[in-house]
């Protein structure tokens, strides 16, 4: 997989959840805090980012505004 560099993170996210090789991803917030997971469910302003690393039964509600770096394993 090739990361482009998009204006806006929802079209990162969107390029992420198209692509059948990525599973988990990490996504770093403002306040340095930083979720993985699964892309779900997305938005207009938000993403869901589903069942959550280290937190079973978890999903996140996650603003793209709020999007500070995102993290895939671009290779297998």
């Given at each position: 997989m090739?990361?482009?560099?998009h204006d806006h993170?929802?079209?990162?996210?969107e390029q992420?959840?198209?692509d059948?090789?990525?599973?988990?991803v990490?996504?770093?917030l403002r306040g340095?805090t930083e979720i993985?997971?699964t892309?779900g469910?997305?938005?207009?302003?938000?993403?869901?980012i589903?069942a959550?690393?280290?937190?079973?039964?978890?999903?996140a509600?996650?603003?793209?505004d709020?999007?500070?770096?995102?993290?895939?394993q671009?290779?297998?």
């Amino acid at each position: 997989m090739d990361l482009q560099p998009h204006d806006h993170p929802k079209q990162l996210i969107e390029q992420l959840a198209a692509d059948p090789r990525v599973g988990r991803v990490k996504i770093h917030l403002r306040g340095n805090t930083e979720i993985s997971g699964t892309i779900g469910p997305m938005g207009e302003h938000s993403v869901i980012i589903k069942a959550l690393t280290g937190r079973e039964f978890f999903d996140a509600y996650v603003l793209y505004d709020s999007i500070t770096c995102v993290e895939v394993q671009t290779r297998a």
